[in-house]
């Protein structure tokens, strides 16, 4: 596969994810806070920071690409729960989720590719993540 093109899908699946991480630590928490409420967990505020950070964290490991495959694996599964417990009643949002869990699952099968960090095969402590 041309790595040119993994690196571009793994910018195109990953800045967003880091764009809203970032949001929801800022302040952004404010508008999932009572959709998470809403769902009987308890600390919705505290959860909805966690949702950043791990939006966040998924989004860079994407853009690096390390660890690519484990990063789209769990953002792949975070989309489809996204769109079936906050997206079921908004046919759009569900499909744009389902879509993104799809480039999510194919990014994970490849890999991501030569232009990433340790150049998709990394060496010592690093080499016991997938």
């Known amino acids: 596969m041309n790595d040119m093109a993994l690196l571009i899908a793994r910018l195109f699946l990953g800045v967003p994810f880091i764009v809203w991480g970032v949001m929801k630590l800022r ?6 806070a009572p959709v998470i409420a809403s769902l009987g967990l308890p600390d919705a505020k505290g959860l909805a920071y966690l949702v950043g950070l791990c939006e966040l964290a998924g989004g860079i490991a994407l853009a690096l690409g390390y660890p690519a495959r ?3 694996l769990l953002l792949g599964l975070w989309c ?9 009643t908004d046919t759009n949002q569900l499909l744009a989720h389902t ?8 990014l994970a099968a490849v890999g991501a590719g030569t232009i990433s ?8 402590i690093f080499a016991f993540l997938p």
Request: glycine letters at 18%.
């Open 99 to 106: 879509a993104m869990a799809g480039g999510f699952f194919l």
């Open 117 to 124: 960090l340790f150049t998709g095969a990394p060496s010592g």
């Open 27 to 32: 302040g952004g928490e404010a508008q999932i």
């Open 80 to 88: 489809l729960v996204t769109a079936y417990v906050a997206h079921k």
């Open 70 to 72: 484990t990063a789209s």
